[in-house]
């Protein structure tokens, strides 16, 4: 089992303030994704990154794909009440099945 | 995005029925489609990959008798909770492989079971 450890799991933050979510794995992934998930929908794909150093930018927020392709991690700059949700980020592997970080539960206070 | 529908959005049964999800690629066509499920403040557990025309392949721990996956066609695959229990209770999520974009994987809305 390819394991891909996700921290902080929760993180309760104040309107404005800037937070990093990480995820990192001993396995090397092909490609990796990050969704965010409101309570009773299915998450919902925010980016997949695939080049190992790759930045994508998507509006305040900023994800990077590791150079060894075995991490990833996550920017909210000036988080708003609105990005409050359970981010989750998922490693593709051998048949391209994914493999889930435990989630990090985000709540942003206004 | 490519979209996946799911249903029913949820729904409640008696110990020893069986339900049917489905779930459906709307805009894409998808040869393999997933099935998880998501305890109460917790992440997503892969129960098993649904190839279409072919048997399921299911995740250690999880029963194929128990878990009855039919992917019959490039857009749908079901899967039938058989002989459901309380502990079936859970929120059921399935996902589709688009492989025109970098086999990335688009979530259905979930259902939502609750056996009584």
């Known amino acids: 089992t390819q394991l891909l450890e996700q921290s902080p799991q929760f993180l309760s933050i104040q309107e404005g303030e800037n937070l990093t979510v990480y995820c990192n794995s001993s396995?090397?992934?092909?490609?990796l994704q990050w969704y965010r998930q409101e309570p009773g929908e299915g998450p919902v794909l925010l980016v997949t990154v695939v080049t190992g150093g790759e930045v994508k930018k998507l509006k305040r927020l900023t994800f990077q794909f590791g150079d060894a392709r075995k991490d990833s991690s996550l920017h909210i700059t000036a988080a708003q009440p609105g990005d409050t949700g359970l981010y989750l980020c998922a490693g593709a592997h051998a048949g391209n099945m994914l493999t889930f970080g435990g989630g990090t539960r985000l709540m942003v206070k206004p | 995005g490519a979209v996946v529908s799911q249903h029913p959005s949820w729904v409640i049964c008696k110990s020893g029925t069986s339900v049917k999800i489905e779930c459906r690629s709307l805009d894409f066509q998808a040869t393999t489609m997933f099935w998880y499920r998501q305890f109460p403040k917790q992440s997503l557990m892969l129960m098993a990959t649904?190839?279409?025309?072919?048997?399921?392949?299911?995740e250690q721990g999880v029963e194929k008798d128990k878990f009855l996956i039919n992917h019959a066609s490039l857009t749908l695959s079901t899967l039938t909770v058989t002989s459901a229990h309380p502990e079936d209770s859970s929120f059921y999520i399935c996902?589709?492989?688009?492989?025109?974009?970098?086999?990335?994987?688009?979530f259905g809305p979930g259902t939502r079971l609750t056996v009584l």
């Open positions: 396995s090397v992934f092909s490609s």
């Open positions: 996902s589709a492989r688009d492989l025109a974009k970098y086999n990335e994987q688009f």
């Open positions: 649904s190839n279409e025309g072919s048997k399921a392949t299911y």
